[in-house]
């Protein structure tokens, strides 16, 4: 709709100018000047960092089919977001959506954050506990209660390798693009370099917890 409008509005402006009796180079400049106008108000952008929130900073982007998503954080606030950023026209880039306002609080691994549609789920993960070094979405068990009472270890993902994703944490994140939102894709587990399982966040609970070897790891 915003670009519909914007076609419109330039039609309009093309018009004037070439009706106008006035210098064409003056007519032209205040087409640019309410172009331009009209383009900001309508939440146009030239660069896909521009339409996140005033004070955010790109983290990392992922190019999809439809545009970009964003991992962003606040700088105002060191909290976290996500956002899809569209692109029309070739060169112009509007906001499509997102969340924000998250952040891995004290005694949680990590905070998980999503947000998507019909085509895609993109997935942020922030955690500020430095033996994380990898995030596992994903199980091979279909049944939930299953999934609740599962000895979870990584020797689960080497011999179910379809039903899971490993993410290495880069700079405190993960950051990927799924296929859809589903009890598996918001299944995570925190895991350290010698594949200790630290902690996870199964579909249906609240934040993420951490685990004692006992309760969340396979002898």
Known sequence: MNTIIFVMLLIGLLVVMIFSKERRWKVGLVVLVLTVSALFVMGFRFTAGSV??????????????????????????????????????GLLYYYGGGTN????????????????????????????????????????????QEMENEAFSMDNVKKHPDSYIVQEVKEQYVFLVLDEYSYSTWTFRAIDENEKLIGEKLYGDGEARYVEESEGQAP
């Open 52 to 89: 996140l929130p005033i004070g955010s900073e790109v983290i990392r982007t992922i190019d999809t089919d439809y545009g970009k998503v964003v991992l962003y954080e606040d700088s105002t606030d060191t909290t976290f977001g996500l956002a899809e950023v569209n692109r029309t026209l």
């Open 101 to 144: 306002a998250y952040s891995a609080e004290e005694g949680v691994p990590f905070q998980a954050a999503g947000f998507g549609n019909d085509e895609s789920f993109m997935v942020g993960i922030r955690t500020n506990d430095p033996s994380i070094k990898y995030i596992v979405i994903g199980s091979h068990l279909e049944d939930l």
